[in-house]
């Protein structure tokens, strides 16, 4: 099953590409695309402003990304795909968190500590026009709307969990594009420009705290130097 935000457009194909891939694995029991707008690391950088433009930007990425998964502690519901089965025996979405916000978290909590592999795949981009869904509830509402539902999610946890900044998780997957970039499996001119599209990305995320702020940029310093220091020797493969 899908679960579809309406704020989304979703290119030719994307929705039966997900069905495909969850159908194509069973060890997988959710997964989402990249796009545009999430709080996680299925964000990728876009440069365009315009719906067409960023559409165009996505599918190029997908070209670049043919067959590339990655694994995740945590999805968007903007747009993912569930086994049915999965879904129900969970319960489905929480409805202590109302409106909305969160509610995927709690999900993807509860999914973990089933044993769910969660994954993305970056081979399927979908537009995402981020919180449209809530414009009408006006800013102040979102807001307090949000917080509510932060502390809905540390209480039923009881504070046990950890919810990591978007920064840490796209600097997670740079540091995978290092990994696969050693083992020289892939095409690498392609890995090259996925690498550097997350670092566009990570440099809209710098913290504000100045010595946090120095600590992130040292992190990605030396990130782009292990990266950049890997060899072009080995011949290329495709993935």
Same mark, same amino acid.
């Given at each position: 099953?899908?679960?579809?935000?309406?704020?989304?457009?979703?290119p030719?194909?994307g929705?039966?590409?997900?069905?495909?891939?969850?159908?194509?694995?069973?060890?997988?029991?959710?997964?989402?695309?990249?796009?545009?707008?999430?709080?996680?690391?299925?964000?990728?950088?876009?440069?365009?402003?315009?719906?067409?433009?960023?559409?165009?930007?996505?599918?190029?990425?997908?070209a670049?990304?043919?067959?590339?998964y990655?694994?995740?502690?945590?999805l968007?519901?903007?747009?993912?795909?569930?086994?049915?089965?999965?879904?129900?025996?969970?319960?489905?979405?929480? #409805?202590?968190?109302?409106?909305? !916000?969160?509610? *995927?978290?709690? +999900?993807?909590v @509860?999914?973990? =500590? /089933?044993? %769910?592999?969660?994954?993305?795949?970056?081979?399927?981009?979908?537009?995402?026009?981020?919180?449209?869904?809530?414009?009408?509830?006006?800013r102040?509402?979102?807001?307090?709307?949000?917080?509510?539902?932060?502390?809905?999610?540390?209480?039923?946890?009881?504070?046990?969990?950890?919810?990591?900044?978007?920064?840490?998780?796209?600097?997670?997957?740079?540091?995978?594009?290092?990994?696969?970039?050693? #083992?020289?499996?892939?095409?690498? !001119?392609?890995? *090259?420009?996925? +690498?550097?599209? @997350?670092?566009? =990305? /990570?440099? %809209?995320?710098?913290?504000?705290?100045?010595?946090?702020?120095?600590?992130?940029?040292?992190?990605?310093?030396?990130?782009?130097?292990?990266?950049?220091?890997?060899?072009?020797?080995?011949?290329?493969?495709?993935?």
């Amino acid at each position: 099953m899908i679960l579809l935000n309406s704020d989304t457009v979703v290119p030719e194909g994307g929705i039966e590409r997900l069905s495909r891939l969850l159908f194509d694995h069973p060890d997988w029991g959710m997964l989402g695309p990249v796009t545009n707008e999430a709080g996680n690391e299925q964000k990728v950088f876009t440069r365009s402003k315009d719906q067409d433009g960023i559409i165009g930007e996505g599918k190029e990425w997908c070209a670049r990304s043919q067959g590339y998964y990655f694994p995740s502690e945590r999805l968007d519901f903007f747009c993912v795909a569930v086994k049915k089965s999965l879904y129900e025996s969970l319960g489905g979405l929480d #409805e202590a968190f109302g409106a909305g !916000y969160y509610e *995927d978290v709690d +999900f993807c909590v @509860r999914a973990k =500590l /089933a044993g %769910t592999e969660m994954m993305v795949a970056e081979d399927c981009f979908v537009y995402h026009s981020s919180g449209k869904t809530f414009a009408e509830m006006g800013r102040d509402r979102v807001k307090t709307l949000m917080h509510e539902n932060k502390r809905v999610l540390r209480k039923k946890y009881h504070g046990k969990i950890k919810l990591f900044h978007m920064r840490d998780r796209n600097m997670n997957i740079m540091k995978q594009y290092l990994l696969v970039k050693r #083992e020289c499996t892939v095409n690498l !001119y392609d890995l *090259d420009y996925k +690498f550097n599209n @997350r670092l566009l =990305l /990570a440099n %809209t995320m710098y913290p504000h705290n100045p010595v946090k702020k120095l600590i992130y940029y040292l992190r990605l310093r030396r990130l782009c130097s292990d990266f950049r220091q890997e060899s072009y020797s080995t011949p290329m493969m495709r993935y």
